[in-house]
């Protein structure tokens, strides 16, 4: 910043002693600035070009990393406000690496469009886990009052606020889902899990319309030792596998089908930890709440961390117990199955990512 001053006096010098010598000699027909001058001021530009380059970009990623800030929002006046009052993490509870070292962390992403809110509430209630990581979005479709609502959400949940673990990017980006724009939000979310999220394990990205078919104990216990290290590691190697149930017409369209009760079976015999994808308020779902994941309505899928009673209908999980006690139950032994099957030898090479 001091070069780019020093640069911009240097360059106003010049100009005004330019100007001052045409001034002095109004009769003289006006001549060519002299080559040496042009070099001058070819200097000047480009220590400024390359100094203004190098601000916006630090500045691009610096209103990147906030959940408070729009892919675009540099270009926004109210961008300028500071990112450290954040409204969703009032009081973080760090919980110390060292005693989680056992206990994968799973960073999440849930993005939604218009008419998405309620369900991405329900989806987040049905995957919250004290130990992940969650961001959620609604993209610019869908409108202010509902972005609002499931800001509120977000802000008044006392488990959420308390643990701070929850994040929403309120500045909403536009979402095309055909192109780079997706992309685009993806990493946008992970910037902001990686800036503010702690240390975790996985990244899962799903919809409002993804629903899960196993506790997150169970999700966490697979993924705790998940397969031979020479394998796999995390990070390093990939295999072409879903871990979606999703119902296609015949012939495939563009769209999968919304799944019912009449695919019950079908998800469950899949052994995926999630589905897709759903009306809201569909009876399949609290079918997989009541069966799956023991979840009553409008509470948090129980799980080894939940410390509270049910009494008087209250939400056993309500009070954070330890974060590292899990009971995994027949989800984990269902995606223990599926785990096997894509790291199989049958599998694993054919589906491996070159």
Same mark, same amino acid.
């Given at each position: 910043?001091?070069?780019?001053?020093?640069?911009?006096?240097?360059?106003?010098?010049?100009?005004?002693?330019?100007?001052?010598?045409?001034?002095?000699?109004?009769?003289?027909?006006?001549?060519?600035?002299?080559?040496?001058?042009?070099?001058?001021?070819?200097?000047?530009?480009?220590?400024?070009?390359?100094?203004?380059? #190098?601000?916006?970009?630090?500045?691009?990623?610096?209103?990147?990393?906030?959940?408070?800030?729009?892919?675009?929002?540099?270009?926004?006046?109210?961008?300028?406000?500071?990112?450290?009052?954040?409204? #969703?993490?009032?009081?973080?509870?760090?919980?110390?690496?060292?005693?989680?070292?056992?206990?994968?962390?799973?960073?999440?992403?849930?993005?939604?469009?218009?008419?998405?809110?309620?369900?991405?509430?329900?989806?987040?209630?049905?995957?919250?886990?004290?130990?992940?990581?969650?961001?959620?979005?609604?993209?610019?479709? !869908?409108?202010?009052?509902?972005?609002?609502?499931?800001?509120?959400?977000?802000?008044?949940?006392?488990?959420?606020?308390?643990?701070?673990?929850?994040?929403?990017?309120?500045?909403?980006?536009?979402?095309?889902?055909?192109?780079?724009?997706?992309?685009?939000?993806?990493?946008?979310?992970?910037?902001?899990?990686?800036?503010?999220?702690?240390?975790?394990?996985?990244?899962?990205?799903?919809?409002?319309?993804?629903?899960?078919?196993?506790?997150?104990?169970?999700?966490?216990?697979? #993924?705790?030792?998940?397969?031979?290290?020479? !394998?796999?590691?995390?990070?390093?190697?990939?295999?072409?596998?879903?871990?979606?149930?999703?119902?296609?017409?015949?012939?495939?369209?563009?769209?999968?089908?919304?799944?019912?009760?009449?695919?019950?079976?079908?998800?469950?015999?899949?052994?995926?930890? #999630?589905?897709?994808?759903?009306?809201?308020?569909?009876?399949?779902?609290?079918?997989?709440?009541?069966?799956?994941?023991?979840?009553?309505?409008?509470?948090?899928?129980?799980?080894?961390?939940?410390?509270?009673?049910?009494?008087?209908?209250?939400?056993?999980?309500?009070?954070?117990?330890? !974060?590292?006690?899990?009971?995994?139950?027949?989800?984990?032994?269902?995606?223990?199955?599926?785990?096997?099957?894509?790291?199989?030898?049958?599998?694993?090479?054919?589906?491996?990512?070159?």
């Amino acid at each position: 910043m001091r070069e780019m001053k020093k640069s911009l006096k240097a360059f106003l010098t010049l100009r005004h002693q330019q100007q001052q010598q045409q001034h002095s000699s109004p009769n003289l027909p006006q001549q060519h600035p002299q080559p040496p001058i042009n070099m001058e001021y070819r200097k000047y530009f480009l220590i400024l070009a390359v100094g203004s380059t #190098f601000s916006v970009v630090l500045f691009f990623l610096t209103t990147l990393s906030s959940p408070d800030a729009g892919l675009f929002s540099f270009l926004s006046p109210s961008s300028t406000s500071s990112s450290s009052s954040s409204i #969703f993490v009032e009081s973080k509870l760090k919980i110390s690496s060292s005693s989680l070292s056992s206990t994968p962390r799973i960073a999440y992403l849930i993005s939604g469009s218009i008419g998405d809110g309620d369900m991405l509430k329900r989806t987040l209630m049905a995957l919250y886990h004290p130990n992940n990581q969650y961001v959620v979005h609604l993209d610019l479709e !869908a409108p202010s009052t509902e972005r609002l609502g499931v800001r509120r959400y977000v802000e008044g949940h006392p488990v959420f606020r308390a643990v701070g673990n929850v994040r929403m990017i309120t500045r909403a980006n536009l979402v095309t889902y055909r192109g780079p724009t997706m992309v685009a939000n993806t990493l946008h979310a992970a910037a902001i899990l990686l800036r503010e999220g702690g240390e975790w394990d996985w990244f899962i990205n799903l919809s409002a319309s993804d629903y899960p078919l196993v506790r997150q104990d169970g999700i966490n216990s697979r #993924f705790a030792d998940p397969f031979e290290p020479s !394998a796999a590691d995390e990070g390093v190697r990939g295999i072409r596998g879903d871990i979606h149930f999703i119902s296609w017409d015949n012939p495939p369209k563009q769209h999968p089908h919304y799944l019912t009760l009449r695919d019950m079976s079908a998800m469950v015999d899949s052994n995926a930890p #999630f589905a897709r994808k759903f009306h809201p308020d569909d009876p399949v779902l609290d079918k997989i709440d009541a069966e799956l994941l023991f979840r009553k309505p409008r509470m948090l899928a129980p799980g080894g961390w939940c410390a509270g009673q049910s009494i008087n209908g209250s939400d056993p999980c309500s009070i954070v117990g330890n !974060a590292t006690l899990l009971k995994p139950g027949h989800g984990a032994v269902r995606l223990q199955r599926l785990m096997e099957l894509l790291l199989s030898k049958e599998n694993f090479r054919p589906r491996q990512c070159k």
